[in-house]
């Protein structure tokens, strides 16, 4: 019931002032957070008649969004500026993009950090450039085929202010790894004024791309309404030309019926309309999940196990699929310490054994 | 403090800010304290912020409101006491 009263509210459905009298305001505005639709919620409500307790209760549950990102931006802006000082082409996508292109303020887009993309040779110098300016890197499992980002943060007196998601790929399911290459993202990449004159994000229908793939790569085929929202808003406002690129890259990259199901989900929920041109290009019309591997993530049960063999799968040779393979089992020691016995003097031998036992419930458990 | 009618109102470097629905969000980046100044609030900031004097910006809020100079002046003291106690703004000798 309150996914439909988001939606409605989104859509600007007449009525939907009365119904969220009469709805469950703590269970609507939680639903609404947990969806990522409050920012977007309360400021549609401030320009409609709203019943005064009701506005009162969505606008302080909001009110924080604001704060958050002014000093989101600001940060943000400090990195870009000392990473194209140090000669790193960066580029930032998904919702930290978003918020500044296609969102009429950027704390309608509630995120947890902010993504950026950068070439692979370039990581070190981007790890340099946030720890110079005070990030601290997250412990995570290291190995050149387990994953493609890491992540940054930046703390003033025990409170999180800033994280930093810092890719030098597109996703970390091999499957997508390479669905967009930095060189390719950076070719058509687009300025955004507001985060100064070294920011970049990419172009409509590379961001729409990934927009698509990203909630099915990443997030198990999770349908957050904020992350439909997005495909909504970059399909809204694209071009001809733009989803003429949108589709010979999905159907090149064999994606079609991910960015398909994103679509109908936009459709299903915002109304979105897919163009004549679209809807009836065979390549859409007919994207057939069975002749595309990348359909298989379209699973919110899907078990992990299945994703590293999908990941051995797509792997051109054995020498990466043994890596691989050695990367996951047994990480270096002292990641092993700090995860998994960061105040004890457990034999590592013990803890490898520890995260092989758990690790195989995790990898076969379904989601 | 008496109304500072020849200095210059100038935000601190640790503020940033957003106007949201006409409203103005003020974030000290330093305390990582936040306010918010309604409408007129915002029209007085605006004014405050980006005239070369508290006078000029007194005569540009007095072209824009129906209110007499003298309690123009008492509220835009009051604010500038407030945004300075707050780290918000500094005022700069005219």
């Given at each position: 019931?309150?996914?439909?009263l988001i939606?409605?509210?989104?859509?600007?459905?007449?009525?939907?002032?009365?119904?969220?009298?009469?709805?469950?305001?703590?269970?609507?505005?939680?639903?609404?957070?947990?969806?990522?639709?409050?920012?977007?919620?309360?400021?549609?409500?401030?320009?409609v008649?709203?019943?005064?307790?009701?506005?009162t209760?969505?606008?302080a549950?909001?009110s924080?969004?604001?704060?958050?990102?002014?000093?989101?931006?600001r940060?943000?802006r400090?990195?870009?500026?000392?990473?194209?000082a140090r000669?790193v082409?960066?580029?930032?996508?998904?919702?930290?993009?978003?918020?500044?292109?296609?969102y009429?303020r950027p704390?309608?887009?509630?995120?947890?950090?902010?993504?950026l993309?950068v070439?692979?040779?370039?990581?070190a110098?981007?790890?340099?450039?946030?720890?110079?300016?005070?990030y601290?890197?997250h412990?995570?499992?290291?190995?050149?085929?387990?994953?493609?980002?890491a992540?940054?943060e930046k703390t003033?007196?025990?409170?999180?202010l800033?994280?930093?998601d810092?890719?030098?790929r597109?996703?970390?399911?091999?499957?997508?790894?390479?669905?967009?290459?930095f060189?390719?993202?950076?070719?058509?990449?687009?300025?955004?004024?507001?985060?100064g004159?070294?920011?970049?994000?990419?172009?409509?229908?590379?961001?729409?791309?990934?927009?698509?793939?990203?909630?099915v790569?990443?997030?198990?085929d999770?349908?957050?309404?904020?992350?439909?929202?997005?495909?909504?808003?970059?399909?809204?406002?694209?071009t001809?030309g733009?989803?003429?690129?949108?589709?010979?890259l999905?159907a090149r990259r064999?994606?079609?019926?991910?960015?398909?199901?994103?679509?109908?989900?936009?459709?299903?929920?915002?109304g979105?309309?897919?163009?004549?041109?679209?809807?009836e290009?065979?390549?859409?019309?007919?994207?057939d999940?069975?002749?595309?591997?990348?359909?298989?993530?379209?699973?919110?049960?899907?078990?992990q196990?299945?994703?590293?063999?999908?990941?051995?799968?797509?792997?051109a040779?054995?020498?990466?699929?043994?890596?691989?393979?050695?990367?996951h089992?047994c990480?270096?020691?002292?990641y092993?310490r700090?995860?998994?016995?960061?105040?004890?003097?457990?034999?590592?031998?013990?803890?490898y054994?520890?995260?092989?036992?758990?690790?195989?419930w995790?990898?076969i458990?379904r989601? | 403090?008496?109304?500072?009618?020849?200095d210059?109102?100038v935000?601190?470097?640790?503020?940033v800010?957003r106007?949201v629905?006409g409203?103005?969000?003020?974030?000290?980046?330093?305390?990582?304290?936040?306010?918010?100044?309604?409408?007129?609030?915002?029209?007085?900031?605006?004014?405050?912020?980006s005239?070369?004097?508290?006078?000029?910006a007194?005569?540009?809020?007095?072209?824009?409101?129906d209110?007499?100079?003298?309690?123009?002046?008492?509220?835009?003291?009051?604010?500038?006491?407030?945004?300075?106690?707050?780290?918000?703004?500094?005022?700069?000798?005219?």
């Amino acid at each position: 019931l309150s996914i439909d009263l988001i939606t409605a509210i989104v859509r600007g459905v007449p009525g939907c002032a009365d119904r969220l009298v009469r709805t469950d305001l703590a269970a609507f505005l939680n639903a609404a957070k947990q969806q990522g639709m409050l920012p977007v919620i309360a400021d549609r409500l401030s320009s409609v008649t709203v019943d005064s307790g009701v506005a009162t209760a969505v606008q302080a549950e909001a009110s924080g969004f604001v704060a958050a990102d002014l000093y989101r931006e600001r940060e943000l802006r400090r990195v870009l500026d000392a990473l194209a000082a140090r000669g790193v082409r960066a580029v930032v996508f998904k919702g930290a993009a978003l918020a500044y292109t296609h969102y009429a303020r950027p704390d309608l887009r509630p995120r947890d950090d902010s993504d950026l993309l950068v070439p692979p040779e370039a990581r070190a110098t981007a790890h340099h450039t946030l720890v110079g300016l005070g990030y601290r890197p997250h412990q995570h499992v290291t190995g050149d085929l387990v994953s493609y980002q890491a992540i940054y943060e930046k703390t003033q007196n025990g409170v999180v202010l800033h994280v930093v998601d810092l890719h030098w790929r597109v996703a970390n399911p091999q499957l997508f790894a390479d669905a967009l290459s930095f060189e390719e993202i950076d070719a058509a990449a687009q300025p955004i004024a507001t985060l100064g004159s070294s920011a970049r994000g990419p172009s409509a229908p590379h961001a729409l791309f990934l927009a698509c793939v990203h909630r099915v790569a990443h997030h198990r085929d999770e349908k957050l309404l904020m992350w439909i929202y997005d495909i909504h808003l970059l399909a809204s406002r694209m071009t001809a030309g733009e989803w003429a690129v949108f589709l010979d890259l999905a159907a090149r990259r064999k994606m079609m019926a991910i960015c398909r199901q994103g679509l109908a989900l936009s459709a299903e929920h915002f109304g979105t309309a897919v163009p004549p041109q679209v809807a009836e290009d065979s390549r859409y019309a007919h994207a057939d999940a069975r002749e595309e591997p990348s359909a298989a993530f379209m699973n919110r049960d899907r078990a992990q196990l299945s994703t590293f063999l999908s990941d051995l799968q797509a792997l051109a040779s054995w020498s990466d699929r043994g890596r691989l393979l050695k990367q996951h089992l047994c990480p270096p020691p002292a990641y092993m310490r700090q995860v998994y016995a960061p105040s004890s003097r457990a034999p590592l031998p013990a803890l490898y054994m520890w995260r092989a036992v758990r690790g195989a419930w995790r990898w076969i458990a379904r989601a | 403090m008496p109304l500072p009618l020849a200095d210059r109102i100038v935000p601190s470097d640790a503020v940033v800010t957003r106007v949201v629905n006409g409203a103005t969000v003020l974030l000290n980046t330093d305390t990582g304290r936040y306010f918010t100044l309604d409408e007129i609030g915002s029209q007085a900031w605006a004014a405050l912020t980006s005239s070369p004097t508290v006078h000029d910006a007194c005569d540009r809020l007095l072209a824009e409101f129906d209110v007499d100079r003298a309690e123009l002046e008492r509220d835009i003291e009051a604010l500038i006491a407030r945004l300075t106690e707050q780290g918000l703004v500094e005022v700069a000798r005219g």
